[in-house]
Nanobody, 127 residues
């Protein structure tokens, strides 16, 4: 069973930065080299949307257009942690941010394509 635990959310002001972390773990012997990792977010009353993704082995990345140039996804292979550095945050980006994982190299927008999810971490951006 893959487990994903997010941390790093909080309350910030517009224009501030925040770094989210996702610690990934699994059964003994499981390696994440064949996995892709992603960050999604869901605001109240809205659908869950793709934010960024990264392949664990090669570090290939993909971003939603609305975060390009402001957010950076990265991973620490030794620690099994995926990060999302968020800069220049906007009030409309207030949401619960979720870490996701899937077997394979695809970095898909559709949340149904991702098989494992964390519990989410709240990010609130005040104006």
């Amino acid at each position: 069973q893959v487990q994903l635990v997010e941390s790093g959310g909080g309350l910030v002001q517009a224009g501030d930065s925040l770094r989210l972390s996702c610690a990934a773990s699994g059964p003994s012997g499981l390696t994440f080299s064949s996995y892709a990792m992603g960050w999604f977010r869901q605001a109240p009353g809205k659908e869950r949307e793709f934010v960024a993704g990264i392949t664990w082995r090669a570090g290939a990345t993909r971003y939603a257009d609305f975060v390009k140039g402001r957010f950076t996804i990265s991973r620490d292979n030794a620690k099994n942690i995926v990060y999302l550095q968020m800069n220049s945050l906007k009030p409309e980006e207030t949401a619960v941010y979720y870490c996701a994982a899937r077997v394979g190299l695809g970095l898909y927008d559709e949340y149904a394509s991702w098989g494992h999810w964390g519990q989410g971490t709240q990010v609130t951006v005040s104006s």
